[in-house]
């Protein structure tokens, strides 16, 4: 196994077995493989590859909450988005998380009940935070390895770092004006019937 094969093994070991560090780890595992045998990356078929390996592995899977948004958001990323062509970069990610938001609705109504409008504001102001704690954490443990100083710096700007982003959200959150709800309950139906028409749609617009 190449080093970095390995190091990405060690790393998702470290973050635990749920099923969107599972569906990661196998995508960018795929993809790696790809490369190894110089062969064209194609991020639809190593989702596919990996949404069926895990149902093959483990069913029950299927059923839980977090898988189901896990996929969903990276179809739309990988399947829909691209459908658009948005070539201002600021407004490409501002797009791109409203497409997602807009899309994750129906499957937070049926089993939360309710959709807190403010999702689609945190999400394009901290995902970027915690893209650079995550990219930081895994930097932190190769550092570690070779000088524990170094990486116990890390850990500490890392900390302090996630400290800010739960104070910056905590205080957001308590000012209720900007916290409105959405609150609505859809049966399984309605719920099905959402993506069973956008399946149509995004095949009709495929042909």
Known sequence: MPPYNALLTFYFLILGSSSSIIRAYLMIMFNLLSKILNEEIEPKKNFLLSFIIIVIINPILFFSISFQLSFLAVAIIIIIYPLFRIKNKLL?????NFLVYIFMIP???YYFKQ?????LF???LFLPLLSLVIGLSFLSIIVSVFNLTIGSLFCYFIEL???KIIYMLDYILKIKLFNPVISLKINLFSYLL???LLFFVIVYIYN
């Open 107 to 109: 499957i937070q109504l």
């Open 161 to 163: 770092l996630l400290f």
């Open 194 to 196: 959402f993506y069973f």
């Open 122 to 124: 945190l999400n394009i």
């Open 115 to 119: 959709v807190p409008l403010i999702g």
């Open 92 to 96: 490409s990610y501002i797009f791109l």
